[in-house]
Nanobody
Framework: QVQLVESGGGLVQAGNSLKLSCIPS????????WAWFRQAPGKEREFVAG???????TDFADSVKGRFAISRDNAKKFYLQMNSLKPEDTAVYYC?????????????????WGQGTQVTVSS
């Protein structure tokens, strides 16, 4: 089992930055891919960014390329640095872990999810 806890959400003005954190615990060594998804009201959950467990491969949704970055530290915490935020980035952001997939932009590919953290960008 893998447990995920997100933090760092909040209310920011458009153009500003925010950094989300994801703290994994449990059998984290069994995970191949870590990712961030988001879900806006009335919309489906969508892929934002993903990273292989060793950090060697990253992937981003077109809507956030050049603005968002995904990273990890030696303590195995994962981060989503969000710059130049836009009102359309407003959503609940989720950290997710996939055991079996290395290229995983779909929600069904992830076995473990955090509880989510709200990000609101005002215009």
């Amino acid at each position: 089992q893998v447990q995920l806890v997100e933090s760092g959400g909040g209310l920011v003005q458009a153009g500003n930055s925010l950094k989300l954190s994801c703290i994994p615990s449990g059998r984290t060594f069994s995970s191949n891919t870590w990712a961030w998804f988001r879900q806006a009201p009335g919309k489906e959950r969508e892929f934002v960014a993903g990273m292989s467990w060793n950090g060697g491969t990253t992937d981003f949704a077109d809507s956030v390329k050049g603005r968002f970055a995904i990273s990890r530290d030696n303590a195995k915490k994962f981060y989503l640095q969000m710059n130049s935020l836009k009102p359309e980035d407003t959503a609940v952001y989720y950290c997710a872990a996939s055991i079996y997939y290395t290229n995983a932009p779909s929600t069904f590919q992830y076995e473990y999810w955090g509880q989510g953290t709200q990000v609101t960008v005002s215009s």
